[in-house]
């Protein structure tokens, strides 16, 4: 194994491990929420359904930029 190889392998390591520690701390920063308080949630919040399509922009190409 060559330098090159060496130094990718490592750099490749430490971007798993940095994802990995994101996705961690993401995941004891969201709160927990009951089943009672996401029912609430649901009731407060309105559905997709009821949304009008004509009000959203579709921005999958800004996002692909």
């Known amino acids: 194994m060559n330098d090159e190889q060496l130094a990718s392998l490592i750099k490749k390591s430490i ?8 996705l961690s701390i993401m995941e004891i920063l969201i709160p927990y929420v009951s089943k009672k308080e996401m029912d609430e949630i649901l009731q407060k919040q309105p559905t997709p359904k009821i949304f009008n399509e004509s009000e959203f922009v579709d921005m999958t190409d800004w996002v692909k930029k």
């Open 15 to 22: 971007r798993e491990v940095i994802q990995e520690e994101r």
